[in-house]
């Protein structure tokens, strides 16, 4: 059996959930090929995937929303994206149709969630299922204009699969479908380097990890020493374009190059960061407080703050307040007004997909 995962290129987050998940598949079965297929940073993909063997094929089968920076987004850039996307879809499925018939297996399709992977599916005549926490009918509806074409479009695609593997924080993905609901996707905390551990655990400093996705966001230096009894932690991915010109402050360490925002986390108080679902999914997982800087413009920003006001004991930002430097560190955190969620979602997809195909191929 080959499990080719159309993966969104929108950000990191799809690709951490579905490390999370096929990581669970991996071990049910470990006879599957797995195939991950995306123009995600394949390096970003070695490391949440390490320890699954996979093949990466590289292409881009969605645009999702192109973005100005880590809060605010391009609509005229995105609606030209996806003008161009549809002229380039047409070689990508001969060339992806081709490369899978020729692996001669059976094979089902997972979408994170790009609609054009029902048309893949539709061309091998293979199963489709979907996981995700929205899709991309629900960002662009409420855009209006020009975008409802594409958000008709979307929901079409949608609606073609057999399945939906729904993740928490999630807006209303009203495809007609069958569905799992899931707690937590998330995977476990990998063990530090030896050397970096300690240097963590000899800090006397307040740990944050400070994460804003993949585009990063440009912060001030000084904006981190206004914190000094606090060390900030952030990925190597974001220090070239966000301290560029300037020195690190001393109270902040680029993550080694091996280890995962996730990895730290069981040693940090709190979360530096914007509405993202992987990055809710791990912090809540390991409890630590959410300083969250509220984004406008993208629908799921909105299920995810509400989502974050339930769940877990945070802090919601302005803009304002974190170009300021305002990032409430020192004050106790807002309690959350629900219970915490599981964290095993990714076993809970792992398994429900794993059900799901042994069914489908008997059908078949």
């Known amino acids: 059996m080959l499990i080719y995962v159309c993966l969104s290129s929108h950000g990191f987050g799809h690709a951490a959930r579905q490390a999370a998940m096929l990581s669970h598949l991996h071990r049910l079965q470990p006879t599957w090929r797995l195939v991950v297929s995306s123009m995600v940073n394949p390096a970003f993909l070695t490391l949440v995937l390490r320890g699954v063997p996979l093949t990466q094929r590289t292409v881009r089968w969605d645009v999702g929303m192109l973005q100005e920076d880590a809060l605010g987004s391009d609509q005229p850039a995105t609606l030209h994206a996806l003008e161009q996307l549809q002229v380039n879809l047409p070689r990508q499925l001969d060339e992806e149709v081709a490369w899978i018939r020729a692996q001669d297996d059976q094979v089902a399709v997972l979408g994170d969630i790009p609609p054009a992977a029902a048309e893949l599916a539709s061309r091998l005549q293979a199963p489709l299922i979907w996981m995700g926490n929205f899709g991309w009918d629900d960002i662009y509806e409420p855009l209006g204009g020009a975008f409802q074409c594409w958000s008709q479009q979307a929901r079409e695609a949608y609606r073609r699969g057999s399945l939906l593997l729904r993740c928490p924080f999630s807006l209303a993905m009203n495809w007609q479908l069958p569905e799992v609901p899931l707690s937590l996707v998330t995977a476990e905390p990998r063990p530090l380097p030896a050397d970096f551990g300690a240097a963590l655990e000899r800090d006397p400093r307040i740990k944050v990890m400070v994460g804003f996705g993949g585009l990063g966001l440009s912060l001030q230096p000084d904006l981190f020493r206004r914190w000094p009894e606090h060390l900030f932690l952030i990925a190597p991915s974001r220090t070239s374009s966000q301290h560029a010109d300037a ?99 990714a076993q809970m997809a792992a398994e429900a997909l794993q059900t799901s195909l042994r069914s489908l191929l008997k059908q078949g």
């Open 247 to 345: 020195a690190l402050p001393a109270n902040v360490m680029v993550l080694p190059e091996q280890v995962r925002p996730l990895d730290v986390l069981p040693g940090c108080e709190r979360h530096l960061g914007k509405p993202g679902f992987s990055s809710f999914c791990e912090a809540m997982s390991q409890q630590v407080g959410l300083h969250v800087v509220e984004r406008q413009g993208f629908a799921e920003a909105e299920v995810l703050m509400m989502g974050l006001r339930r769940h877990a004991d945070h802090h919601c930002l302005s803009r304002e307040e974190l170009e300021a430097g305002a990032w409430k560190l020192d004050q106790p955190l807002e309690s959350a007004s629900a219970d915490a969620l599981a964290s095993d979602g």
